[in-house]
C-alpha cells in the first residue's frame, strides 16, 4: 500500500469551531484529537503534520458525566518529599476550564514528536466570542 506524500507547500489548514457546551468532554476530545491530527483528510500522512486548526468556544460549560466533579483527581509532583499536590476536576474547573480540555486533547494525541506541534494549533476559549476565524463548525 502507497502513503500519499503531500510537500509542505500543498498542506492546506483550515480552521475548525467547536462549541463545548454540546459535548461531553471524552467525545470532545477525540473529535477534536482527530482533526488536529489530520486523520479526517485524504492526504493523511502518519509521520507528517497535516492537521487543521481547532478553536474551541464554552469552555467552561463541558459536559461531564456520573460523578467526575469529585471523584476525578489531577496530580502533579514536585520532585521533593511529600511534593504530591492534588486536585479534583471540580477545584480545575472552576480556575482553569481550558487546562482540562487541552490535557484531555493532548493525551489522546499520539505519543511521538509530533504532539506538541499538534497541540499549538488548538485554541480554546471562555464564552463564544473569540478573535480566530471560522472556516466550518465542528459536528
Known amino acids: 500500500m502507497k502513503t500519499f506524500l503531500p510537500k ?4 492546506k489548514r483550515s480552521w475548525y469551531q467547536a ?10 476530545a477525540s473529535k477534536v484529537a ?6 479526517h483528510k485524504v492526504t493523511f500522512t502518519p509521520h507528517m503534520d497535516v ?3 481547532v ?5 467552561e460549560r463541558v459536559k461531564l458525566t456520573g460523578r467526575k466533579l469529585e471523584q476525578k483527581k489531577y496530580h502533579r509532583f514536585s520532585g521533593y518529599p511529600g511534593g504530591l ?7 480545575r474547573m472552576e480556575k482553569e476550564p481550558e487546562k482540562v480540555i487541552r490535557d484531555a486533547v493532548y493525551n489522546m494525541i499520539d505519543k511521538n514528536r509530533l504532539r506538541k506541534d499538534i497541540v499549538r494549533r488548538l485554541k480554546i476559549v471562555k464564552g463564544d ?3 480566530f476565524p471560522k472556516d466550518k463548525e465542528l459536528i
Do not use: M
Open 8 to 11: 509542505t507547500k500543498e498542506i
Open 85 to 91: 499536590y492534588t486536585k479534583t476536576l471540580s477545584q
Open 129 to 131: 466570542v473569540h478573535q
Open 34 to 39: 482527530t482533526i488536529l491530527r489530520g486523520k
Open 19 to 28: 462549541d463545548a457546551s454540546k459535548f461531553t468532554l471524552g467525545r470532545l
Open 51 to 53: 492537521g487543521d486548526f
Open 55 to 59: 478553536v474551541v468556544t464554552n469552555a
